[in-house]
């Protein structure tokens, strides 16, 4: 979440010296932040163009209790953040609400973790490695719990494992707790849609959520496929079945949710996360039902439907790029499987066999995605919307649809080229519009020239003042969008940052941002005058090697190459940060210095975090498989279970 | 294949004139810009190109009246205090223009400035380091310290002496050390003394050339103007004159060893430490037995008076270079991933095939950090060795000896190890005395996490830069 507010008095004041509002930060850090930084960003020349203060705050939760909490926890920190000295707590939230401002690309090493999560987890890695080997001078293995003991015999494996186990628990509880499968999590800048299932979910679920998931997954594709089965024979009556059948699916999703609530953590906001998770089981029923039901309101509304499997391919296309768009990958795959059996079911007067007439209606569906996605990247939801839906009717042929309609079950093969040929008349103009975008870029950037090299040393100590004091650094960048009469340059900028925002939530969750590990959190917002674009990134270790990193990824030349200052690019992903004294320069020079930043783990770095987490993982398995545990460790070994193996076990941490 | 102009580039930038058996280091500050810039003119006879090194074989006439050379480098204030304008300083690159005792630098080295004997403060002007064939010529020099010497506008700072060089160089704690250097493109040494992997463009240790990165390092220039002569300073690229052109930024760092501390270590640990066995000899190819709980058995030896057996598949053994760490020993049971030299040098370490890093991708990343060790150990009071005057030579501070300090030697994260820094070299800048300090050794069937104390101390050091010889001389005019 990130708030503008404009300042009415000079914002330059640094507000770290008000000691109520810290001790309240103070109240206010303790949970649920994982980064909060503020900064100023000044007025440019251009007149349109004012001075911001900005709130950058990560969080876990939504972005409306993140404001409550700010307007009732720390409200003096805020009327000095928006100089406003007597306003009420509602009045402030009144006031956070006004200023909020969505971001335009997010980036998240792991989107999922929270505070807490992160916090037990490392402590669990802690007692792990301290219950294995002091920090002292032994050369040995002295220290490891076995030491000492005599090798074990088959027949006392179950002993040494209730010690194993024993061992395991004891590290495994933190504070007396133990950790839980997965704090429930959802960040406040995208709402996903449907329950967001992250491709890797299955890590930080114990079994019995990973089966409710899976099963809940597996009912909603077969209430689809029977739901339609069902009402192409029954009719309408069928809509309860299938409504009960999704209702089903919820329900196991609910147990999943419910076992991964806060409560083992005693978060005192349980009462609004529970209200929270109500309302999201209640958009996923209604959104499961929707799709059955609406499927076969369709089918009774306009009779028996005929095999065009193109039309389906595009309805599935669509919803599966809507998807992608609101939420993430595998709700993707889910709903996708799921349209894809319920309208299987709607073929069986096709010639091909079931599951010919499934994989035609998927493949047919990866054009109509990709056409849905390249306009959402172009033009934005407009884009995806109106442009995406017109590629979608006529790959789905709607105008031979209303003619098929007319006569029962039989498809005209000849009639399926006319969407044909206006599919491909809609690609060759996508085609040619990107191709058209590229080659005005390209004149614009042959008419640029590289500015030279120079360093403002009073500037770059104002920011270096307050970088490299912990493991961690902020940096908070606003570069001025370059303007062009027909305001190409911003365009581009908006189109680059919704593709990256899409490849950041999609593709790179697991902690890499294009092999890069060393980034926490990044954002990118285009500043309301439109003039200006605004990153804020948290990242391990020094300006420079971070900036390195960016050596040779074409992304962060596609997003910057639009703005004053930054080295000549080529085709807008070529050269640019390659230019690397040029790039570090300008990443300087145009740097604004933080005035108050706060880390919730200051020493991790992303590499730990994940460490962290497939040691709890490691350590979780371990005792969720007694019966396995001696077995595996026989197998390995092929002898009695020794010291030595037991220490390979708990070394593997 | 790039040309470089040797007869202009300072002949410590080629080698480490290892034939000048006798050294000494002198630092000053200038109090009398006009006086020093006259002393440096007259000693510019002796500041011997970079030409003389394919030359092996030089004439005894010649040598006469060459017994010594120079080395002769600048601070940022000590250029201003000569007279260099204002706008020329601003194109030198931040690093420099900020110095190493800068209260954000120290934090990205390790420092604590406030501790160091000198250096320290804005008074740090001038380098000139002094080679001789034998030790009467480095009598004689300025070294004044309590006032200004008023007829070279001198005050001596520091001066250090260095131990007298003998092949193989062997370091206070008893390591032989100087194994391992970049081979600059283009310089005309024999290649065949060089790994292949060791060879690095000369844009990376002098200004005017192509670097690793295909591009030329910034260099500091006058600004453009009509008609000047080129036989004062190079054109660059753009038409400016160009200062730094032939020249080389010099990164000087004055360490005191603890050598009683470090005798306290056993041998196989004081070896895991540096990475190497104290003869040179890699861990990497030589590792001690594999299990260490087993106790040594001294027929297992490959030498009597060193442990370790030779493995092969790392290298071919032949040289003490010719190896890699990847992948025979990507999991650091033979070299300690924290391991000194490890973390200076990676070399492939970094490759990463799920990631599609390949073992070249990984040399070539690795050398874009890399820097050209010029120092010597250096001789205390009562002529005992008690440190190593390091020097190096970079173009790029933040990409080369700052990334080397900052993101592999101080980094506790370093090759995915938790909470250690450099156990030779390094400080944690967050508490630069956390000591003792832990130090993991990777082994099977697990880590042994042992803990040390501190090794080495800074006295001081400082960010010089050592110009070409036409921009030493340009330098030197200033003020006439």
């Known amino acids: ?256 949710w419910v076992r991964e609530s806060p409560k083992a953590l005693k978060w005192p906001g349980l009462k609004a996360v529970l209200r929270r998770a109500a309302v999201e089981l209640g958009l996923q029923a209604l959104f499961a039902s929707a799709v059955i039901c609406a499927g076969a309101l369709a089918v009774v509304a306009v009779g028996r439907l005929s095999a065009n499997a193109l039309l389906w391919s595009a309805v599935i296309g669509v919803f599966c790029a809507g998807a992608l768009i609101r939420a993430g990958l595998a709700d993707v795959a889910k709903l996708g499987l799921g349209l894809a059996a319920f309208l299987a079911a709607l073929l069986p007067a096709s010639a091909w066999p079931m599951t010919a007439s499934i994989l035609v209606t998927l493949a047919g569906a990866l054009p109509v995605a990709g056409a849905v996605l390249f306009f959402h990247i172009m033009d934005g939801p407009f884009g995806a919307v109106v442009e995406g839906g017109v590629v979608a009717a006529l790959w789905g042929g709607l105008v031979p649809f209303v003619w098929e309609s007319q006569r029962f079950g039989r498809a005209d093969p000849w009639l399926a080229w006319v969407p044909a040929i206006g599919f491909l008349v809609v690609m ?72 990256v925002n899409l490849l950041a939530r999609t593709y790179f969750t697991q902690g890499d941002l294009a092999t890069i590990r060393t980034i926490h959190f990044a954002r990118f917002v285009i500043l309301p005058d439109k003039k200006r674009l605004l990153f804020m990134g948290n990242y391990d270790g020094g300006f ?14 596609a997003v910057w190459s639009n703005c004053v200052g930054f080295p000549r690019s080529f085709y807008l992903v070529g050269d640019g940060a390659s230019d690397e004294q040029r790039f570090k320069a300008f990443g300087r020079r145009y740097q604004v210095p933080t005035l108050g930043w706060f880390s919730a783990y200051p020493h991790l770095g992303v590499g730990d975090i994940e460490a962290a987490t497939s040691t709890r993982e490691a350590l979780r398995r371990t005792l969720d498989d007694p019966s396995t545990f001696s077995g595996r460790m026989r197998a390995r070994f092929g002898e009695p279970l020794t010291e030595a193996d037991c220490d390979a076990a708990l070394r593997a941490l | 294949m790039p040309t470089l102009e040797l007869h202009d580039i300072q002949h410590i930038v080629l080698s480490g004139l290892p034939k000048r058996h006798y050294a000494k280091y002198l630092l000053y500050e200038i109090a009398d810009g006009e006086a020093a810039g006259a002393w440096i003119q007259a000693q510019l006879a002796h500041v011997a190109g970079a030409h003389r090194i394919p030359n092996r074989e030089v004439s005894p006439t010649d040598r006469q009246h060459r017994r010594f050379q120079l080395a002769i480098a600048f601070t940022h204030t000590g250029l201003k205090k000569l007279g260099l304008r204002e706008e020329v300083l601003q194109t030198f690159v931040p690093e420099f223009r900020q110095g190493m005792a800068d209260a954000h630098r120290a934090r990205v080295l390790g420092d604590r400035p406030a501790e160091w004997e000198w250096g320290a403060d804005d008074r740090l002007d001038l380098f000139c380091g002094i080679y001789a064939d034998d030790d009467d010529e480095l009598a004689g020099w300025p070294t004044r310290a309590d006032g200004p010497d008023p007829e070279t506008g001198l005050r001596c700072i520091t001066q250090v002496h260095a131990q007298r060089y003998k092949d193989p160089l062997i370091e206070p704690f008893g390591f032989r050390d100087g194994i391992s250097q970049p081979y600059i493109e283009g310089s005309g040494k024999d290649p065949m003394r060089f790994e292949k992997r060791d060879r690095v463009q000369p844009g990376e240790f002098i200004l005017g050339y192509e670097n690793e990165l295909k591009l030329l390092p910034a260099s500091p220039h006058l600004p453009k103007g009509p008609g000047w002569d080129r036989a004062i300073l190079p054109l660059s690229a753009d038409g400016a004159p160009d200062l730094g052109r032939n020249g080389s930024f010099l990164v000087v760092r004055h360490f005191r060893q603890h050598v009683e501390e470090f005798q306290k270590l056993d041998e196989h640990i004081a070896a895991q430490i540096v990475g190497r066995w104290r003869s040179g000899r890699p861990l990497v190819s030589f590792p001690p037995t594999v299990d260490t709980h087993k106790p040594r058995n001294g027929a297992r030896h490959h030498t009597p008076d060193e442990p370790g057996e030779p493995v092969h598949d790392a290298g071919n053994g032949r040289g003490y270079n ?102 030779l070299v390094g400080s944690s800048r967050f508490d630069p005395y956390r000591h003792p300090m832990p130090f993991t050794r990777q082994g099977c069937p697990q880590n042994v996490e042992t803990s040390l104390s501190k090794y080495v101390s800074l006295r001081g050091g400082g960010y010089f830069f050592l110009p070409g010889l036409k921009a030493l001389r340009y330098i030197a005019n200033l003020s006439a």
């Open chain 1, 1 to 256: 979440m990130a708030l503008r507010l404009e300042p009415t008095r000079d914002a330059s004041e640094a507000r770290e010296d008000d000691s109520i509002a810290r001790s309240q930060l103070r109240t206010l850090l303790a949970r649920g932040i994982h980064y909060l930084s503020f900064f100023v960003v000044g007025p440019a020349e251009d007149p349109a163009c004012g001075a911001y203060v900005v709130l950058e705050i990560t969080c876990d939760g939504s972005a409306r209790t993140m404001r409550h909490r700010l307007a009732t926890e720390a409200p003096d920190f805020v009327r000095a953040l928006v100089d406003s000295g007597e306003a009420s707590p509602e009045e402030l939230e009144r006031l956070l609400r006004k200023h909020s401002h969505r971001s335009h690309a997010v980036y998240e090493a792991f989107p999922g973790h929270s505070v807490e999560q992160i916090r037990l987890e490392r402590a669990v890695r802690e007692q792990a490695r301290a219950s294995r080997v002091p920090i002292g001078g032994a050369a040995t293995g002295a220290g490891c719990p076995y030491a000492g003991k005599q090798p074990l015999s088959p027949t006392s494996a179950s002993a040494a494992w209730d010690e194993v186990r024993h061992v395991l628990d004891a590290v495994l509880a933190v504070n007396g707790e133990k950790v839980p499968a997965r704090a429930f999590v959802e960040h406040g800048r995208t709402r996903p849609f449907i329950v967001r299932w992250s491709p890797n979910g299955h890590r930080f679920c114990d079994r019995a959520n990973l089966w409710a998931r899976r099963l809940g997954g597996a009912l909603l594709v077969l209430a689809a496929f029977l739901g339609a089965r069902v009402v192409y024979h029954a009719g309408l009556r069928a809509i309860g079945l299938c409504a009960a059948l999704g209702a089903v699916h919820v329900g196991l999703t609910a147990f999943a």
């Open chain 1, 428 to 499: 060759a103009w996508a085609t040619g519009r990107l191709a058209w975008w590229l080659h005005e870029v390209r004149t614009l950037e042959s008419k640029e020239t590289p500015d030279p090299l120079f360093w403002n040393l009073e500037h770059l100590s104002s920011v270096q003042k307050s970088e490299d004091i912990t493991l961690q650094n902020h940096l908070a960048h606003v570069a001025n969008i370059k303007q062009d009469p027909r305001g190409l340059r911003l365009r581009t900028l908006q189109r680059v940052l919704r593709g």
């Open chain 1, 544 to 557: 420079s090697s971070y900036l390195h990193e960016f050596n040779s990824v074409g992304g962060v030349t």
């Open chain 2, 322 to 423: 010719d190896f890699t760490f990847y992948p025979h020993d990507a999991a650091g049971l033979r070299c300690p991933l924290g391991a000194h030299i490890r973390r200076a040098n990676p070399r492939d370490a970094l490759a990463n095939p799920k990631e599609g890093i390949s073992e070249e991708d990984a040399i070539k990343l690795a050398n874009q950090h890399r820097i050209l060790r010029r120092g010597r150990p250096y001789l205390g009071k009562d002529g005992v060795p008690e440190g190593i005057f390091f020097m190096c030579l970079n173009t790029n501070f933040d990409r080369q000896f700052e990334f080397i300090q900052q993101t592999w030697i101080n980094n506790p994260k370093f090759s995915g190890l938790t909470d250690e820094v450099d156990p």
